[in-house]
């Protein structure tokens, strides 16, 4: 009978999203955390699927000087296990998660920790857009030419259909996915351990061409030039690394012990890229690989190692779409993370509000709807173009990664005197933060011109709209701070302890925190309806957001922090002479949950009436409407459809 009573709406949204989930269920954070084996899935998919065109970047860098590779192959296994461990000391000492945003906020201030959310918030966009057109690029090109035609239709849905898997929860969204990322670890262990192991007799010779072509190198080039060459490719790699923050960054879906946990993540993480990547530059070395018209590199490397055969075509096949595929996985990264940095900008005011909030099943929604359309529209405005995405991409996600070098490296020589392992960490983050800006400059040198004024265009843009955000949140909060001057009220009353009286006139106020707000509300009845009311009786709905899951248990601390600040209402009004009384829920959508409260005061007063304060303005708008909820409005309709009388009290703050 209760499904039956449900609306339309809400039952297509059990079917394709599931059903809202509990918060009184003992296991719902074992539900909704990952272990460390399907946050390397979840998280480290985007980081392992950069080795399908970062390495084959760098090494198309080199020209004619392939001897350089051995080279390239070292500094990227050492520079995936430097930033590597630099954000393994990220997750031991920020353990709340949030990666590079509260990592440049806490070490180098509001304004870095804003261009460094920014940036990151960026690159989740263009890491779904990027990913998602070039898995469709690898799928597309085992199909005739007529069918690109539709190629970005398909995009299209590929990401509305991550969304809808994001929504449901991005573990069981992962679980999904899984069967692509094993697939792709299977096709390239062989890839790699055949393309090694089955040409070492060529070590020899590639040995002699290593020696031929330094000879050559240092003649045509010289030292100076050959460095700069190596830099270049090296710098033009820098794909590579993309993605190895995201573990940093997600901490919060990991299960206890998070640090631990993400810390074996990040291990899994890094051997599996730093392995993958360097193991492709030794076998294209090997086998001699030169690029070819229309292929990429590692489709030619499969094709070499696995032979012309029928079971080395159905290998090579099933390695190239499992790298298509596995780019699709990689867009977890940006919907996981992305989200949640969203929400850590917004409960520092960078962002509007609501991003912080969570879906009935546990998920950031808004977040996830936002990196879905932006995705979309950069797709249309690239008109699927992976070489367009690519150029916007390589940018921000080392200004992200020297920010947090930085911070970090300020970190431990702030805390050299108390923390007896800063000489061991600032090492490593120094050289890391001398590699990322290395790599940083080279790339927005080379590709500014390209596409890359671009990115700073649009990062700047997030950061100004930040900005105007924030000023407007701190203008208001100087506003309601005025009113917590009624907070300590001169009180001369014995306090009332008569239970309140069910056949007594009764106000039902809605509070939200023990506040200036809440106690003017209060003040707002008693001196507008006089002698009125009786009894009052505080209704508050915890909600339950992202800043909430920083603790493991976040159901008992919010539980104990509301009943303490209601406790602090009901006190205040038995001071001022009324009986007084408390109910209180928790529920990630404030409004229903507010509604059956209010229904179930009515039946044991029916004597009652509701009051909701709402902040107004001098001049309202949009803009307003988008920064502060709609809440009390929202409550009093669905209350007066009800029959229940319900005021709302303006709270008027003059900016």
């Known amino acids: 009978m209760e499904d039956e009573s449900k609306p339309l709406r809400e039952k297509v949204s059990d079917i394709i999203i599931g059903k809202p989930r509990s918060l009184r269920d003992p296991s719902l954070f074992k539900k909704l955390s990952l272990i460390p084996l399907l946050a390397w899935i979840g998280l480290g998919a985007d980081g392992l699927s950069s080795s399908s065109y970062g390495p084959q970047e760098a090494f198309l860098t080199l020209g004619s000087h392939t001897y350089l590779a051995i080279f390239l192959a070292m500094a990227t296994a050492l520079t995936v296990f430097i930033i590597s461990y630099a954000y393994s000391r990220i997750i031991e000492y920020f353990p709340t998660g949030g990666g590079g945003y509260i990592v440049a906020s806490h070490t180098l201030g509001e304004k870095a920790g804003l261009v460094s959310g920014s940036a990151l918030l960026v690159d989740y966009i263009l890491t779904v857009a990027v990913s998602i057109v070039s898995c469709m690029d690898s799928i597309f090109s085992f199909l005739p030419l007529s069918y690109q035609d539709y190629k970005i239709w398909f995009e299209i849905l590929a990401i509305i259909f991550l969304v809808i898997l994001n929504l449901r929860g991005v573990r069981e969204s992962v679980i999904i996915l899984s069967p692509i990322f094993i697939l792709f670890l299977i096709t390239h262990i062989l890839l790699i351990g055949s393309g090694i192991f089955r040409h070492l007799d060529n070590i020899p010779q590639v040995y002699s061409h290593l020696q031929s072509g330094f000879s050559t190198g240092l003649s045509v080039l010289g030292r100076t030039g050959m460095f700069l060459l190596f830099l270049k490719a090296f710098s033009m790699g820098g794909g590579t690394y993309t993605g190895i923050e995201a573990v940093s960054n997600g901490l919060q879906i990991l299960r206890e012990p998070r640090v631990e946990n993400g810390k074996k993540t990040m291990l899994y993480m890094a051997t599996s890229l730093a392995i993958t ?3 492709l530059y030794l076998c294209y070395l090997l086998l001699n690989i030169s690029p070819e018209h229309g292929k990429t590199l590692n489709a030619i490397l499969a094709s070499a190692t696995f032979g012309p055969s029928r079971l080395g075509t159905i290998l090579s096949i099933l390695t190239i779409f499992s790298e298509g595929a596995l780019l699709l996985v990689a867009c977890q990264t940006g919907f996981a993370d992305g989200p949640r940095v969203m929400a850590n900008m917004a409960l520092d005011y960078w962002l509007p509000r609501r991003f912080a909030s969570l879906s009935d099943r546990f998920t950031t929604q808004n977040g996830i709807l936002i990196i879905g359309a932006s995705s979309i529209l950069l797709i249309l405005y690239s008109r699927g173009h992976l070489s367009t995405l690519v150029v916007m991409y390589s940018i921000n996600v080392f200004l992200t990664f020297s920010l947090s070098e930085l911070g970090m490296s300020k970190f431990f020589i702030t805390h050299r005197k108390t923390d007896p392992n800063w000489k061991k960490h600032l090492p490593v983050h120094l050289i890391g933060l001398v590699l990322c800006l290395t790599i940083l400059t080279i790339t927005i040198t080379e590709k500014f011109m390209l596409g890359g004024w671009l990115t700073l265009v649009i990062t700047l843009a997030v950061i100004s709209l930040c900005f105007l955000i924030r ?41 939200n925190g023990y506040n200036g707000f809440g106690v003017h509300s209060l003040l707002s009845i008693i001196r507008n309806f006089p002698g009125l009311y009786k009894n009052f009786v505080f209704i508050a709905v915890a909600e339950v957001d992202v800043s909430a899951f920083k603790d493991s248990n976040p159901v008992i601390h919010l539980e104990n922090e509301t009943r303490n600040w209601l406790e602090k209402y009901v006190n205040l009004a038995r001071r001022l002479g009324f009986s007084a009384a408390y109910y209180y829920d928790m529920n990630t959508d404030v409004v229903p949950a507010a509604i059956s409260l209010v229904e179930k005061v009515m039946k044991q007063f029916p004597r009652s009436t509701v009051f909701l304060g709402q902040l107004v303005f001098r001049q309202t708008g949009l803009v307003r409407r988008l920064l502060h909820n709609q809440t009390a409005f929202s409550i009093q309709e669905e209350l007066h459809w009800k029959g229940i009388p319900a005021i709302i009290l303006p709270i008027r703050i003059n900016i």
């Open 471 to 511: 000023s407007h949140y701190l203008k208001v909060r100087k506003g309601v701070r005025s009113l917590d001057e009624l907070l300590s009220l001169p009180l001369s009353h014995e306090p009332n302890l008569d239970p309140p009286d069910p056949k007594a006139m009764t106000a039902i106020l809605l509070v």
């Open 277 to 279: 990547a360097g193991g």
